[in-house]
């Protein structure tokens, strides 16, 4: 008789035989970097060569469709479908990774080659995207082999190839193809855990709004000892609008730019949770941000603004002069219920309202905030199976602190969106040296085994027909 910790062990055993570092090497050595100049072909052939024998290997039927933005890289999608009567979930990842700095890895590492150090596995993609996918696919493959060629539940598969260049085409393609990737639930795996650890679901991820902020009053500097005291420095304009906008404690002082009450059970489920702590993670500045907020609740539950760079003359060789131009990138990293759509109209408003109207505002991109409430049937779902697989509570993030693309499924698919991931906070994403820990991966690859078996018992309170 096949059980759930059959699958599990199956899940397990893929990774102690060396299966998993075998295909996970074949995958980092694509040089699937997306950011542009993206090189499409290579992206495409990673889908065809890596991830569509995979898909077919589930019993999927496979279409590489191409993207809808010109010169952007193409998605895969993947359908099983087992019964009507069965609960569809869409499984989503993401092929294409950063660049890879190559002449700034360790001399003996590459970001091509997959590299093991005792618990790390170096390599570009290791963490972010492609062992996380691999363990997903991965665990898809046990359960179906474990239940004999049935899954129990249909499944849809979506890899796009420009999640790292702001995933040109993704909403486009979710409105062109609802009725192809309509579902019950989206599991998905990105970014990390709270802590090595600790197994972690989230549930949305806060928005991105990028702006920039420009004081253009003359074509050139001029001498600051003739000048000086005769004409305004943009430069300590641009200064002084900033500190109009976030205090020296990090507090934002725009009222529009400022997030609603904490809901309840946000609240509830952020109140043990400890930010950092790791070998390699930062000291938090527990007296930085809103004040009476826990740090937790500041990067999850709350908004920053935050300047991310700050330009005025020459900073490797300043000239006793008054430059013409200042401006300042700013970011606002913000959660739900942010009235993010005015943003560029609050701040110009914010800014006359201090007699600052020089300050030009130009609002560069942005990503809206999602967030599955932690009261949803499919989280309890979710954190059960998680708890049977583990012996541990996993952390409940409402929202991740960063920002992916989750509104293309929470919003034009709406779907409820659980993200797993398999990542830890020190995994150098984005970084030279990223890494994935082996212990993380076996053990996700036994909670995704477990999660996706857990799918596929009939039951009668599956949280499919709860929504």
Known sequence: M???????????????????????????????????????????KYLEEELAPAARRLGATVSIIDNPVPEAGPFLLAHRHESDTLPTV??????????????????????????????????????????????????LQQVLTTRGGTLGFNLKLLVETGEESGSPGLHELCRRRKDDLAADVLIASD???????????????????????????????????NWGGAL???????????????????????????????????????????????????????????????????????NTLEVLALSAGNPARPVGAIPGTAHADVQLRFVVGTDWRNLEQT??????????????VDLLQAVPATRLSPDSPWVHWATTSLHRT?????????????????????EILALPTIWIPHSHPSCAQHAPDEHLLATVARESLAIMAGLFWDLGTPHDALPHQCV
């Open 2 to 44: 096949t059980t759930r910790d059959t699958a599990i062990d199956r899940a397990t055993a893929y990774f102690d035989s060396g299966a998993f570092l075998t295909d996970l090497r074949r995958r980092v050595a694509f040089p699937t970097e997306s950011q542009p100049p993206a090189d499409t072909a290579g992206l495409r």
């Open 390 to 410: 583990t012996g541990k509570p996993p952390v409940i993030l409402p929202n991740l602190g960063g920002t992916l693309p989750n509104d293309a499924f929470a």
């Open 347 to 360: 701040i110009r408003a914010h800014l006359d309202a201090h007699a600052l109207p020089m300050v030009e």
């Open 191 to 225: 970014g990390p855990r709270l802590a090595a650890d600790r197994p972690t679901l989230f549930l949305g991820s806060r928005g991105a709004a990028n702006f920039r902020l420009r004081v253009p009053l003359r074509a050139g500097a001029h001498h600051s000892g």
């Open 90 to 139: 869409l499984v989503y990842g993401h092929a294409d990774v950063v660049p890879g700095q190559d002449d700034r890895w360790r001399t003996d590492l590459s970001p091509w080659h997959l590299t093991v150090e005792g618990d790390r596995l170096y390599g570009r993609g290791t963490a972010d995207n492609k062992g996380q996918h691999t363990i997903n696919i991965a665990a």
């Open 232 to 302: 305004r420095n943009p430069a300590t304009v641009l200064t002084a609008a900033l500190a109009t906008m976030v205090d020296a404690r990090g507090r934002i002082l725009v009222e529009g730019l400022r997030p609603p009450a904490i809901p309840a059970p946000v609240r509830a489920a952020l109140a043990d949770l400890t930010i950092g702590g790791g070998e390699a993670d930062p000291q938090v500045d527990t007296d930085w941000g809103e004040p009476d907020l826990t740090p937790a609740e500041r990067v999850f539950a709350w």
